[in-house]
């Protein structure tokens, strides 16, 4: 019969089982949520899992948990499971409420959990003397005569009531609210074609319109970068591995951003400067934004979310290092391509200052001075990924240049580190490792060593070309490999027991080879050696041979020397409307109520039932508590001891 | 005759406030007054509404809880000493003897930890001894290490404004700081539960996760030196923070209290099995009065824990943008909401009590620590204030 099948569903829904089991149900999915991180890049997560776990991943939409069918599913039923327990309740408990229970008999006052027969003289008792014991414990009363006998019918806490009603539609109303605020209407759009997420890098103007969302769309949560002096009527929202356009009714226009230091260094403040030019508006609305503080305007909210770079303007000396060739100068902007011979310059980021935890361990900050982050992208659109600092950095009291490279996005960035000479610049370095690549050069000072090298005849000119062409070799293995590659050299082709005699003669050439290079370098520079190295001079040249030794690992031909910048800030702002928020914060402050009232007012219900006998009145204690029992067992033991003690 | 001779006196809530009582009330009026005045221009509207809120609730708290008046008292005292001690000038945490010893925030957080493991000894030879005197010893070092940490952590506050206006803030704001307020909640709440209950046999538990708290905060001081004022990240420089810490701490404290009652009341209930005449039985407290206290302390914390998690949505939805990001702390907060849900849910409408609830009080325990500790380490968000 329908009707039974209606009533069975009905009953299913409302039943404590199925509610227990979906708070169960949205702790599990919850777990999950936050075990595996959601809303990350899809590559990200094929690195982490393996493209089946991926797949099989992506079907479950475990990467959006919280936005997933399922999950607002198992939300959805909570809601109806919560809706049928409060209509079914409601009815009783209003009855309940108004309800003193003054028409139960002797019988059914016997079937209470605590009841207790008195026996006290006549003369002590009285109405007044009853009921004021009672309303001294705060109840209150109704007094009903039933065939010869009195009944005061009393009861307290009615609020505890109240608080299941007032916490339990406050799940609904929160719940309902936090559906209006979810992506639940970007997805049913999405289900019907409506709209489809960009996943392209592509200009705003380029967007297409069905991946913009007009600025009547009443819930969102948008990010958008906007540069010093620059404004945007649109906002970008992260939706599954791409994003959506939101346009705005107004424009944003962004003055200033300003960062505040504490005197150790760490941030203490960030604020922008906002003006909101709005056709409807007068005069521009003015308004500083700063977090925890945002600008609310028209049900829009404006946060203060981020900042980075605007496009700042960088003067960058290019130093070529895989050619011996002269530096030249190169304008790039932050956030644009520029193109660098067959390569081209991606920069993504230029910070102002980098401050980093003091490598003592001690809770302190030392700013370490400017640095750009960039993409070299050859002509087959492979590129690795740098970061440069613009000044060097010290090190066991020597100060290095500092340049970090990675192929992959994932890897951290691994360092280079180049000496800087005494007027803390690069340019010994780059003069010394350019004349590696020299030919000339090298032939000229392998000569040079040749010649003074007391073992050869200088008549043996056969023997003097062959040792400058070895020379010349491993020279260009260095340059190429380092170290590894002139020992995997040997290891090709020399045989095993003659190997590490032969490496020995190896390094000690090459060494004398670098040395006599160096040496070049330091007269080229108009310093004397005849009188030996100073302790800078040799420590440098340590350093410089130990940079070129790791120089091929840098894997780019050009490095980029931050001269000068023009920084420009942009502030990153967070828009959102939510209307469901009236919903939720008034849900939320019912919640609270109720929870305190059904914790802390539970309802109880005492009878009293009076027969007048000759001498004697007997009475009949009842209670009845719905939590709290422990407490109630000393309320009633205490009324049935007051009772007990009143004399006549 | 008329009169109404049984014992129980009809009193009215405002006639039964003792002399006690009144002075409390006047003392609270005078100091919070002299407080928005003097330092009205470090507070906006908000804060000064915190302020007076804190104020009446301090009443209330103190005309219930006797013993509380005495404490804050003592600590106000001690207090008043130590940033007098110091006027204007950090260094003399130093070079002042008081203050290097006994007031200035880390010697009296020292103190307190020192004295809470010696309560945590005390409970126990109490329960193993049987001897009142015992017990009364652990109940007096409690309340000193109670005094202590909390002197600690309000001349830390007074330090953290010497440092520099602007770094000033109140002690809430890292893992160091949120452990004492720990420990102290949690202290608090189980010395209201054993002057009410009249029972000691609970202090040797309870004081144990205290002293495990103790025991991480001095790893992360000698370890970590992470003992130190640091300024604020602008995310927390909130009136917000005020209230949405401790709130949530009320509910971290009260669920640990449950859950160390859940051991004894396991503890007890294997007892009554296998040796009904032993030890162990006979002096631990009834299983109807632990399921009891279990129930009000689980009822405590989740009625702050929903105050505090409802606290965080609405300052997310001042600093974050959203008032739910489901953001690793966030999720796990309503995990916590939703674990102890269900147990009350079990509890008071299934009827369920006894060793499963208590168990489960055990694990909520773990769930909570998880929550608390567990993401800080294992899960990164924009939570992520107190980094291990």
Redesign the interface.
Known sequence: MPQSTVRILFRFLGS?NL??TL??A??IA??I???V??NQPYPDYVLKFGPFWFEVFKRLELFNV?SAPWFLGILGFLVLSTSVCVYRHLPLIIADLRDYREHYQRTALLRQPYHQQLELPATAVSME?LT??LQ?HHYRFRIKPQDGETLIAARKGSAGRWGYIFSHLAIIVICIG?LL?GNLPLKIAEWRGKLVVETRRIPASEIPPLSTLGSDNLSF?ANVDIAEGDQANLAFIDYKDGYLLQKLPFSIQVDDFRIEH???G?????ESDLTIIDPALKQPLKQTI?????LNYKGF?I?Q?SFGDGGSHLSLQVWPLQRDGQPFELKATVKAHTPLEQQTLEISDFRPFNVTPDAS???QFVNVGPSFQYKLRDATGVANEYLTYMLPNQQQGRWFFVSGMRSKVAEPFEYWFIPADQQQSLQRFMRFYQDLHNQQKLRQIALDAVDSSKSIQPADIKQRQTVVAFMLKLASQFVEGGYPKIAAEIEKTVPEDQREQVAGLYALTLQKLLKNLYLDVLHQEGIKTDAGLSEFDNQFFTDAVEAANLAHFYGSPWLLELKQFQHIEATGL?I?R?PG?WL??PG?LL??LG??CM??LPQRRIWLLLEPQAGTASLLLAGQAV?????FDREFA?LAQ?LQ???? | MKSLEYSYQPVSYWQSRTAYDSVWLLLLLAGSSYVAFEYRALMDGYEQAILVFTALMLVVLGWHWHALKTLLLVVTGFSLLAVNSYGTDLGRGETAFLLKYLWASQSAIMWMSALYVMATVCYLAALLSNRLFVGKVASALTWSATAMGLTGLLVRWRESYLMSADIGHIPVSNLYEVFILFALITALLYLHYEQKYQTRSLGAFVLLVISAAVGFLLWYTFDRHADGIQPLVPALNSYWMKIHVPANFVGYGAFSLAAMIGVVFILKNRAQQLNPQGAINSRLPDLALLDDVMYKAIALGFAFFTLATILGALWAAEAWGGYWSWDPKETWALIVWLNYAAWLHMRLTKGWNGNPMAWWALVGFFVTLFAFLGVNMFLSGLHSYGEL
């Open positions: 404590m509610a227990i708070l169960v949205i702790a919850a777990v949520g936050t075990v991180q959601q919280y003397r004021g014991l001294q936090g605020d949560r504490y005197p150790s760490q941030p203490k403040s960030f700063a977090v925890n503080h945002p909210s946060y979310n361990g001690n809770k967070q959102t939510s928020q939720v914060f939320c919640l609270v929870v305190f914790f802390y939590r709290n029992r422990y407490d205490l007051q003690s009143f004399k006549s």
